[in-house]
């Protein structure tokens, strides 16, 4: 079986078992989706707003995160990023696009004991830093790696 196939099959599996639930009465749609959103977060047009609507009072940088993508993205459409973190009690991961009009673009929540690593693409309008926010053991920190875009993917 084809990756492309396998992954229609899990994805109308999931969409089923959710419209299953759904008419049973568990849960109301869209109750599920909108029950973690930070609307504020992402609203936000900086790494120090973003970091103060995630709870936090400011951010450290640090080089035990590790931002992966390409120098030059030749379509900002679909940025490849990943990030790692080396820092103990790793709690979330979130990706800033600092030059979008909103500049945080993903969050996610880590596990205790999972690997704190993520995976994701972003859109980027323009050439413009990168911030990989890491929340650890409480406190938030920082890593920043430029990319350049060389065709807009926010209508340029």
């Known amino acids: ?53 995630l709870g936090g009072s400011g951010a450290t940088e640090s080089k035990d995160i590790v931002i992966t993508s390409p120098d030059i993205a030749e379509n900002g459409a679909v940025v490849p990023v990943s990030v790692s973190s080396k820092l103990g009690k790793t709690e979330s991961i979130s990706i800033l696009v600092e030059k979008n009009p909103n500049s945080l673009s993903a969050a996610f929540d880590i596990p205790g004991g999972t690997e704190p690593f993520v995976s994701t693409r972003v859109k980027m309008g323009q050439t413009s830093n990168v911030h990989a926010l890491v929340k650890a053991d409480g406190k938030y920190f920082y890593a920043t790696k430029e990319i350049k875009v060389t065709l807009g993917g926010c209508g340029g």
């Not at 084809?2 to 994805?11: Q, V």
């Not at 419209?19 to 900086?46: C, E, I, P, R």
């Open 1 to 53: 079986m084809n990756e492309t196939r396998r992954n229609l099959l899990r994805a109308s599996g999931s969409a089923t078992v959710m419209a299953l639930a759904a008419s049973a009465g568990v849960f109301k749609s869209g109750q599920l989706h909108a029950a973690d959103w930070n609307k504020a977060a992402f609203d936000t047009k900086n790494l120090q707003d973003t970091v103060k609507a």
